[in-house]
């Protein structure tokens, strides 16, 4: 009877034992092979010739150009809701891509996806994420002829060239149109490779390597100042042209051309990290060194585990998976950083493709001790920023100190960045340091400032007036052009003072400088800290525009 009770023990526990195995085992034999990601599924639309449409070497057409290769690869990786290349179309050229842009064409859907037999151009670059563009060695191709029985080439060079500075202005008109009707579209244009490859005349395909390139050139050059992508073929088609264009009477890739184009393609597609949406991570700031990035969540087979945020190449840190927010601090100031996050599931699979964003932080606003009660406490916190009023060793500003005559020369020349080689023509500078000497000397020699009887008097507080007069001249060097006041300054204390000094008043006055009391300039008195950080703070951009 005991041998009967233990054997059900240990069958009941062999019994446990292998259910509790089975999920492992099952889990094991369906391992999370499968990484995050951040792409969704996304609207293709291919713009432009055969190599879009599809023609083979033989010139057949009804077969994948590389755009089905590269339709066929996104929906293996990001997905792809519709994919039309029913505006490609064999012998195209710019000019009739433009066409299309131009009459917002409708042609038969070709591709997937599409719940209408036709497509509108406008609709389908409005909802494109994807825009591939394949045009402009037709635009070229008519000027080149070959002779049937003897081979030679025949190139009507100038019309020919013509044509290239047209494909240029064509891209150029072509990628504003699209980005007007999608600003979001990611738009990569194919790069041509040499038609020619079996011509064994090397100074004609010294010749024809010229044109190619004179080609790819002028479809970049209409393609600047806008985020369209080159995506160079020619050297990768050349490696094998046996395998990729095997036939020397067609300038049409094989299948694995066109696979090797698409493949081109998606390289830069990765490289770019063009496909996931622009606002899948935000960054802000929030502080001078301070900023909140926010991000959407990433999808994953199973779930995502964490997230994994890095700052350039170094890791910040790790939130879970219901974590969408993470604040960055302790940067520096005025500075541009790279923040990417990365989704990571419970497998250990990480997102290969990840959202970036670039911020650049603010200026760190410098804290002087005693100017939370002045007037000119913003402008007193500008000109630190910019450079302009240094505070004092002891934290402070000083905002009602007075601004001598040679800390004004020095804030002059420091903006402008004014040096001299000769020492100024001043007895009185000597016991000063070689920075300020120096910096005295480079406002003499540009006429900024003058002395007396041989004398500077550095220390002495600059009065208003004469400040105005070194701004005047400064204004004069900035634009080499003397300033003729065409009104007069509205203040009532500033007649008695010569031509110069009222004229010099008068540009502080128009450029909305300074504003004066009760309608007087006071211009004798002297000025100080705080009101000098307001003048050099408005100065600033006049001389800078």
């Known amino acids: 009877m005991k041998s009967m009770m233990k054997f059900r023990i240990v069958f009941a526990l062999a019994l446990v034992l292998q259910l509790a195995m089975m999920p492992l085992q099952s889990l094991a034999a369906d391992t999370d092979t499968t990484a995050p990601t951040w792409l969704a599924p996304i609207d293709y639309l291919a713009l432009g010739d055969s190599l879009a449409a599809g023609m083979d070497s033989d010139g057949g057409m009804g077969k994948k150009g590389y755009t089905d290769y590269l339709a066929d690869n996104l929906t293996l990786t990001t997905g792809v809701n519709t994919f039309n290349k029913g505006f490609s179309y064999p ?26 037999v036709d497509a509108e151009l406008y609709e389908s670059v409005k909802d494109a994420e994807l825009i591939t563009i394949s045009a402009g060695a037709n635009d070229v191709l008519g000027y080149i002829t070959f002779d049937e029985e003897t081979g030679k080439a025949d190139i009507d060079t100038i019309e020919l060239l013509k044509a290239i500075q047209q494909v240029g202005v064509n891209y150029k008109t072509m990628l504003e149109k699209i980005y007007a009707l999608n600003p979001d579209a990611h738009v990569y244009v194919m790069g041509y490779y040499n038609p020619f490859p079996h011509i064994a005349d090397e100074a004609l395909q010294q010749q024809l390597t010229q044109l190619l390139n004179s080609v790819n050139n002028t479809i970049q050059t209409g393609m600047q100042g806008t985020t369209a992508v080159f995506v160079p073929t020619g050297e990768k088609i050349a490696e094998n042209y046996a395998a990729y264009l095997p036939n020397p009477q067609n300038i049409h890739l094989s299948e694995v051309g066109y696979k090797l184009v698409a493949e081109q393609f998606g390289n830069k597609i990765t490289e770019n990290g063009s496909l996931i949406s622009k606002d899948m991570l935000i960054g802000n700031v929030k502080a001078a060194t301070t900023v909140e990035l926010n991000w959407k969540p990433a999808q994953d087979d199973v779930a995502v585990a964490n997230y994994v945020i890095y700052k350039g190449t170094t890791e910040v840190a790790t939130v879970a998976e219901d974590v969408l927010t993470y604040t960055v601090d302790k940067l520096e100031g005025n ?24 911020v650049t932080t603010g200026v760190a606003l410098p804290i002087f001790s005693d100017i939370d ?75 900024i400032v003058k002395g007396s ?67 007087k300039y006071m211009p004798g008195n002297p000025t100080t800290r705080g009101q000098a950080a307001k003048i050099f703070v ?6 800078k525009q």
């Open 91 to 116: 012998g195209y050229k710019t000019t009739d891509v433009l066409k299309q842009l131009q009459e917002n064409a409708t042609k038969p859907v070709v591709g997937f996806g599409y719940d209408s």
């Open 453 to 519: 009887n041989g004398k500077f008097n550095p220390g002495a507080p600059v009065t208003r007036a004469q400040l105005a007069l070194m701004m005047k001249r400064t204004y004069e060097h900035v634009t080499g052009e003397p300033y003729i006041a065409t009104e007069a300054a509205p203040f009532s204390d500033i007649a008695h003072l010569d031509d110069e000094t009222k004229t010099a008043i008068s540009l502080l006055s128009t450029f909305k400088i300074v504003n004066g009391s009760n309608g």
């Open 373 to 447: 009660t002045s007037e000119f406490k913003s402008f007193i916190e500008q000109s630190a920023v910019l450079g302009l009023i240094k505070g004092h060793a002891d934290g402070t500003f000083k905002p009602n100190g007075q601004l001598t005559r040679a800390q004004a020369a020095s804030i002059i020349t420091r903006t402008l960045g004014l040096q001299s080689d000769e020492a100024a023509p001043f007895s009185d500078i000597t016991g000063y340091a070689q920075e300020t000497q120096a910096e005295i000397a480079a406002a003499y020699k540009y006429g």
């Open 538 to 543: 408005n100065f600033d951009p006049v001389i």
């Open 335 to 358: 500075q541009t950083y790279t923040f990417t996050v990365v989704a990571v599931d419970a497998a250990g699979n990480q997102s290969t493709e990840n959202p970036s964003v670039k």
